[in-house]
């Protein structure tokens, strides 16, 4: 079976090797490159380079119709309705291209700006503990890698059976809320629990109190004292009801805005969902560290700590700056977990830039193609700009 | 004994050629076509088993029935028709938007008994006064309104508005029940501009200027209308979870908040009929009360989903002939009492249709009042149901009034920006 996947192999390459040595002769060998290249440039060209050509190419067209031959030429009129604002800061003083389009544009910056941090971070600190020689250390590794692997709507779907308002959350906190309520209500047993609690803080701060008194029974009273305090405390508490909770009133944690919840619980949920990649990247990082490195810091006397900002992080610079950049563009992107999960509500709170490009060109009875190519061909621009900066600060601080 | 091998090799070949051509032939002759169809209940499976039936009596016509989400059809489907990747026919509820696309079926069905039996529904389809095109039949009539949970009421004993009841008496007496019966809502409606429009036509939004065009959307009507459900949800009476609860014009059902009885009144419309009967069995008693009044009128907003044809087919002599089976009154028929639905057929309202032992007595009191309900729809409303660029006006008022509702805009601000969205929409 072998031999015979042996001679077909070897078939295989000595039918390609003729035609090939004559390009060769024919093209040169310094261009043969582009011929190993040309499948996957081909592939590249048709899925992505030429979508982007056309979608640069609507942005200047107007109309309703998706066939680009009934689609007129406007030149920038559409990147002039999505830019005619008397304040940008304000998109409620644009018209509504431009208000929908600058309120997408801010709330996917603010959502950037403090997930990308915090994503990097995490990843950062689960790659390092997962790095470890810890306790089953592959199937934390799974554990944290397995929703990357979910559908994007799939994990808004399972966020939101936990947070509406008849979901998973607040039914345990509600639980645990008449838990305690019935525990505080239980008599007898409740107060001796609660006594020997306030027992442990009492002891001490009775007998600070009675430091100055020399008697041979100081002890026995400081004791006796923080008893009778506790006792004295406990059924107090108990018996006043002020230990009793309020009933639980569920929280709309995907609509409540006074505490800014939906768009917590949306960082939350991004993070949750693509933790896994970043830090698999990083792992990968961090496992290219030569071991050497860390023992002759040892060897030094190096605590952990600087041995992590004098070796770890100088070193997987590289790796973060592709983590960096990679989630930044991946938090641009943000659409169908916010979606699915709050709608892009309450009112606007978390409309992202991808929705508003998303509802322009399909939701409604005026498709409006144009304007939604326009804003992508924006958004590109400014991640295009981001993007450079980041490499160009991170570069300089690494003195490159 | 060769030549004997040689011709019974021959025959076998002969036979098996001709076999091979008369089924090839076969499939060649069959046509295939596509239905897109959506569902509030069981009305694409209904579809299925009566289209069986037409295949069954014409074995070269193939049906294919793609059942989809309400959001494919409204989202999608426009895309597919402009890209020619359109089904032959879909279930659809924006009848004017799509116009453009739709087969004029005249010419191949009995286009006078279609002009008489769907005389109120056909112009819904037509697009100017010149159209006379007959492009689908309703599969549903459906008028919008309100679902009490009356056990809530009783158990409360908070006495029911009756018939005359204004909004505003709705609202003080579910915020009563909510009240006394720690409800979590007063009210809650679909967030939709359609169910929003017979509030406001009641209250008395007039939608058209003279010239029939919606160049005025916002008067004092719809300002009334909007002033209320921004009070409503800021007094608790309407829950966050619903017209709050997103961006946009995005659609949102309030059915389950009914039928897990958070809420006391849902302002949806008959086609929760059957679904209501379904899941809430004997939970608690729910019934359909009389239209709210507001000023002006007490009008619900008439809708419905038809079974359209699209002219990118490439067979739509066949198309026709699907169309005419499922549009012939035995089969409406049938298809109306299985769905439980209000007749868009004139022959079948006059005639009564028979919804069945299997329906519940809510139910059928559910029918009869949407059904005299629809006798009652103000004229606003039909121009307003008939008009091609409605959605418009629909998506308009729900994004901006939600924006109202969560402070995001301010009331001028909103009407402001419903009335931009819709000129834009009318320019285009």
Redesign the interface.
């Not at chain 2, 709050?244 to 995005?250: E, I, L, N, R």
């Given at each position: 079976m072998s031999a015979a996947l042996t001679w077909i192999w070897k078939a295989l390459g000595d039918l390609i090797d003729g035609p090939l040595r004559s390009l060769q002769k024919h093209i040169g060998a310094h261009r043969m490159a582009y011929v190993f290249l040309a499948p996957n440039l081909i592939i590249f060209g048709l899925f992505s380079f030429w979508p982007m050509l056309l979608n640069f190419y609507i942005a200047f067209t107007g109309g309703q119709s998706v066939i680009l031959a009934e689609r007129p030429l406007i030149g920038v009129e559409n990147f002039r309705e999505l830019l005619a604002c008397p304040s940008y800061l304000d998109p409620r003083t644009c018209p509504v291209a431009g208000y929908s389009f600058w309120t997408g544009l801010w709330n996917t910056l603010f959502f950037a700006l403090v997930q990308v941090p915090i994503m990097v971070v995490v990843a950062l600190v689960t790659a390092l503990i997962l790095n470890r020689n810890i306790r089953g250390r592959g199937f934390w590794r799974a554990v944290y890698f397995y929703p990357v692997m979910l559908s994007p709507v799939v994990v808004a779907v399972i966020w939101d059976w936990i947070l509406k308002r008849r979901g998973i959350l607040n039914a345990l906190l509600d639980d645990m809320v008449s838990g305690w309520n019935d525990l505080a209500r239980s008599g007898v047993w409740f107060e001796i629990g609660l006594g020997l609690i306030l027992l442990l803080p009492l002891l001490p701060v009775t007998r600070a109190l009675l430091a100055r008194i020399a008697s041979p029974h100081r002890l026995r009273l400081s004791h006796g004292l923080a008893v009778g305090l506790a006792i004295l405390l406990s059924t107090w508490l108990a018996r006043s009801g002020g230990l009793v909770l309020p009933d639980y009133r569920p929280v709309n944690w995907l609509i409540d805005q006074r505490a800014g919840w939906p768009m917590f619980w949306v960082i939350f949920v991004y993070t949750w969902g693509h933790l896994g990649f970043y830090m698999l990247i990083l792992l990968a990082g961090l496992q290219a560290i030569p071991r050497d490195l860390y023992e002759a810091a040892e060897m030094d006397g190096t605590s952990r700590f600087r041995s992590f900002w004098r070796i770890t992080l100088p070193l997987l610079m590289p790796t973060m700056v592709v983590v960096l950049v990679l989630s930044l563009i991946r938090a641009f992107q943000v659409f169908d977990e916010v979606y699915v999960l709050t709608g892009g509500g309450p009112g606007q709170a978390t409309k992202m830039i991808i929705q508003h490009i998303y509802e322009s060109a399909f939701i409604g009875d005026a498709k409006r193609y144009g304007i939604a190519a326009a804003s992508s061909v924006l958004v590109a621009g400014l991640l295009m700009v981001l993007t450079l900066v980041q490499l160009l600060v991170t570069r300089r601080r690494a003195g490159g | 004994m060769t030549s004997h091998i040689r011709k019974a090799g021959l025959l076998a070949l002969g036979v098996s050629t001709s076999v091979l051509a008369m089924s090839a032939a076969a499939s060649a002759q069959t046509v295939n076509l596509r239905y897109l169809c959506y569902a509030d209940a069981n009305e694409c499976e209904v579809s299925r088993e009566l289209l069986d039936r037409f295949e069954k009596a014409n074995p070269a016509i193939k049906v294919t029935l793609d059942k989809v989400g309400f959001a494919v059809i409204?989202?999608?489907l426009?895309?597919r028709l402009?890209?020619g990747e359109a089904p032959d026919m879909a279930r659809v509820t924006?009848l004017g938007?799509l116009n453009k696309y739709y087969l004029d079926l005249s010419p191949y069905i009995k286009a006078a008994d279609w002009e008489t039996n769907f005389a109120t529904t056909l112009p819904w389809m037509r697009v100017g006064k010149d159209d006379k095109g007959i492009y689908g039949f309703m599969t549903q009539i459906t008028v919008t309104g309100p679902f009490v949970n009356k056990t809530m009421f009783d158990q409360t004993g908070v006495k029911m508005p009756g018939a005359g009841a204004t909004w505003d008496d709705w609202a003080k007496a579910t915020a009563e029940v909510q009240k006394k019966g720690k409800v979590y809502a007063g009210m809650v409606m679909d967030r939709s501009g359609h169910r929003l429009a017979g509030m406001s036509i009641s209250m008395g939004a007039k939608y058209f200027d003279a010239n029939g065009l919606p160049s005025a959307v916002v008067d004092d009507g719809f300002k009334a209308t909007s002033e209320r459900m921004v009070q409503w949800h800021k007094d608790g009476l309407m829950p966050?979870?619903v017209w709050?609860?997103?961006?946009?014009?995005?659609w949102?059902n309030a059915g389950d908040m009914f039928i897990?009885g958070d809420v006391v009144m849902h302002i949806a419309g008959s086609w929760m009929i059957q679904k209501y009967e379904a899941d809430i069995k004997d939970k608690f008693e729910w019934v359909v009360p009389p239209q709210p009044c507001g000023p002006a009128a007490c009008s619900a907003m008439p809708g419905g989903a038809a079974m359209v044809a699209f002219k990118s087919t490439k067979h739509p002599k066949e198309v026709a002939q699907v169309m005419e089976f499922m549009a012939s009154e035995p089969v409406l028929k049938e298809y109306y009492e299985r769905t439980v639905q209000i007749p868009a057929h004139k022959g079948l309202a006059a005639k009564g249709l028979n919804y069945g032992s299997g329906v519940g007595a809510p139910t059928q009191a559910a029918l009869k009042q949407f059904t005299a309900d629809f006798a009652k729809i103000s004229p606003v409303a039909h121009q307003l149901q008939g008009y091609q660029?409605n959605?418009?006006i629909f998506?308009a008022t729900v994004n901006y009034v939600?924006?109202a509702?969560?402070?995001?805009?301010t009331l001028p601000?909103a009407y402001a920006?419903i009335q931009?969205?819709i000129d834009?929409?009318v320019k285009?």
């Open positions: - | 409204r989202e999608q426009e895309t402009q890209g924006n938007g966050q979870d709050p609860g997103a961006s946009g014009a995005k949102k897990n660029r959605v418009a998506n939600a924006q509702i969560t402070g995001t805009l601000q920006k931009e969205e834009n929409a285009k």
